[in-house]
């Protein structure tokens, strides 16, 4: 019964990638979501977007299973705030971390525009990478 009722909500409501004003005037995305987003809400999507992260950098990052607890919490971070693809462009980070060599890969960290952009996230992001171990 609920999902026959779910599929008419998404046909009536029809859905809609990026924020737009309802006949109302309201900000609204998705199958009528009403911007702002709650509290709940917005960590159900924080919790859905770090479990796709997740998938995708274990499919895309052979050894990342192998690395320290340390190593995973920091490239998932820098995951999600990148993006998969943009955080294998940072090669020389990932070559120093294939062979667990967390000292280089912080340092490959710094020597980064995200470095430069980021500000105190990716500080911390390099010092917790820096004190990785097995």
């Known amino acids: 019964m609920y999902n026959n009722v779910l599929n008419e909500l998404k046909?009536?409501?029809?859905?809609?990638?990026h924020p737009y004003n309802d006949s109302l005037g309201i900000p609204t995305i998705g199958y009528g979501t009403k911007l702002p987003l709650?509290?709940?809400?917005?960590?159900?999507l924080l919790e859905k977007r770090f479990n796709d992260t997740l998938m995708e950098v274990k499919k895309n990052i052979?050894?990342?299973e192998d690395l320290s607890e340390c190593a995973k919490e920091v490239i998932l971070n820098m995951a999600?705030?990148?993006?998969?693809?943009?955080l294998l462009k940072f090669k020389r980070m990932l070559k120093a971390l294939e062979?667990?060599?967390?000292?280089?890969?912080a340092k490959e960290m710094v020597d980064s525009l995200w470095?430069?952009?980021?500000g105190s996230r990716a500080t911390r992001l390099v010092v917790k990478m820096s004190k990785c171990n097995n």
């Open 11 to 17: 046909e009536d409501e029809g859905f809609v990638a």
């Open 38 to 44: 709650d509290k709940i809400e917005a960590e159900l």
């Open 62 to 64: 052979y050894f990342f």
């Open 80 to 86: 999600y705030n990148l993006g998969v693809p943009r």
């Open 99 to 105: 062979v667990k060599d967390y000292r280089t890969a």
């Open 115 to 118: 470095y430069r952009q980021v």
